[in-house]
């Protein structure tokens, strides 16, 4: 069963584990090897030795009847933002090279106590603060379905590591895009959870109030496990939500019966790849054949998104780096000092606009869902670009990445709500996303109108 192992699922992999069918080091071990084949700037590091040593012991465990749950023995990587005891943090950065914390970050706590096995740390765009994983210090990431092109980012060795079997799964970080954006390009599934849901204790930030952890894997079902794994309130970070323990495994039944699902045409359909916005509305109509309802809706402050957006991350991910920005400068990579220069013009009144814009969008959403159960729409309005590309063609026109590339992602971020990228088809052979996303805390609910657009592939 070795070489095949890789490609399986966490759905599949638990049982045959659980079993004892096969063994956490065959599984590890396979992993381990698609990762010395294929590496391409996906790992920053591997910890090979650590990772088989962990194995032995979950072999033994499981031998021993000692079965943890599902995730016991599955190997994981983990963005390298992400704190792991006494391995190196880079950030993705220069400045962090040698930087090694001396604690796990909550979410590595709570994953490790159900038995999962860290691989190693993966490659993301310098500081989080961009969506292509080009990065000056770590190197370049590549999209696996076209090496050509981009991966998108800021989790772009995340996401390329799963759709390529170099994990079972991944943690990433998301603030405008991190999670979703690289999930839609290297096709795999993302969630991007409420605001609060997952404790960021240990997880450097690019912009506190709107960063959030969250998983990448294969499938809806594995993440839903792992998301219930890691959501729950954290004592050392006090954005975390005391909320009942979620099980959203038993969400996932496929049945769509009732569900109201909005459509919002002139934003989340504005400016979109007219091949994308086919395939979405094919899934779309498949799921109301299946029985789920179909409401058009509008929604008038989506359009401040970008700008309220912008304004917050600039002038909260300055404030983070503005001690090394005097200091350093040149330690930086050019497109991301550039990006922190900019984020000390923005006032204070600015700021406090753009949150205040943040809690009319909030509002709006909130609003809405008491009509809808789910939102749908295009996760990225285009293809994957060529790397180093800064603009590409939309509809026959040429526009600017930077301003097109989270357009559609920004709204749920800066209401906080939950949100998750399935894959949905293909475009000359390029993966493409479709997005549902639900009101706070409501996973639950987009999770299992995922499963269903999952299955209709």
């Not at 906080?416 to 894959?423: E, Q, R, T």
Request: aromatic fraction near 8%.
């Amino acid at each position: 069963m070795s070489n095949e192992l890789a490609s399986k699922t966490i759905f599949e992999l638990a049982p045959l584990l659980k079993n004892k069918k096969i063994s956490p080091v065959e599984l590890n071990k396979d992993i381990l090897n698609n990762i010395n084949n294929k590496q391409n700037n996906v790992y920053v590091d591997v910890y090979k030795e650590q990772a088989i040593s962990e194995s032995k012991k979950k072999e033994k465990e499981i031998m021993n009847n000692n079965y943890k749950g599902p995730l016991h023995g599955i190997p994981m990587g983990v963005k390298n933002n992400i704190y792991i005891q006494n391995r190196r943090a880079t950030m993705g950065s220069k400045i962090h090279h040698d930087f090694k914390p001396n604690h796990n970050a909550s979410v590595i706590e709570r994953l490790i106590k159900k038995g999962v096995i860290i691989i190693g740390s993966q490659n993301m765009h310098e500081y989080a603060w961009g969506g292509t994983t080009e990065n000056p210090f770590y190197g370049t990431c590549r999209n696996p379905w076209d090496s050509s092109r981009t991966p998108g980012g800021s989790s772009g060795g995340s996401a390329i590591a799963v759709s390529e079997n170099m994990t079972i799964f991944s943690l990433g970080t998301e603030t405008l895009g991190s999670l979703r954006i690289p999930a839609s390009f290297c096709g795999v599934v993302s969630i991007k959870p409420t605001y609060g849901q997952v404790s960021n204790f240990g997880v450097f930030p690019l912009a506190w109030s709107l960063d959030t952890v969250g998983p990448i894997s294969k499938n809806v079902y594995d993440a839903s496990l792992i998301l219930e794994n890691i959501i729950g309130f954290d004592k050392n970070d006090l954005n975390t939500i005391k909320s009942i323990k979620q099980r959203y495994t038993k969400h996932i039944t496929d049945n769509v019966e009732g569900v109201v699902i909005g459509i919002e045409e002139d934003f989340f359909f504005h400016n979109v790849d007219k091949r994308i916005t086919e395939i979405v509305k094919r899934h779309i109509s498949k799921l109301e054949k299946k029985g789920a309802k179909i409401k058009n809706i509008k929604m008038h402050t989506l359009k401040d998104s970008l700008y309220a957006s912008t304004i917050i991350s600039m002038s909260e991910s300055s404030t983070i780096h503005n001690e090394n920005l005097l200091s350093r400068p040149n330690d930086f990579g050019d497109d991301v000092r550039a990006q922190l220069y900019s984020g000390k013009i923005p006032s204070a009144v600015e700021y406090l606009q753009a949150q205040q814009l943040r809690s009319t969008i909030s509002t709006e959403f909130s609003q809405k869902f008491k009509d809808v159960d789910v939102l749908i729409a295009p996760t990225i309005p285009f293809i994957p670009f060529f790397i180093g590309d800064t603009t590409t063609i939309l509809n026959g026109k040429k526009i600017e990445i930077t301003e097109h590339l989270s357009r559609l992602l920004r709204p749920s971020t800066l209401a906080g709500i939950p949100a998750i990228n399935i894959p949905c088809g293909f475009i000359n052979n390029l993966p493409v996303g479709i997005q549902v996303m639900g009101d706070l805390f409501q996973e639950g609910k987009i999770l299992n109108v995922a499963r269903s657009i999952e299955t209709q592939i």
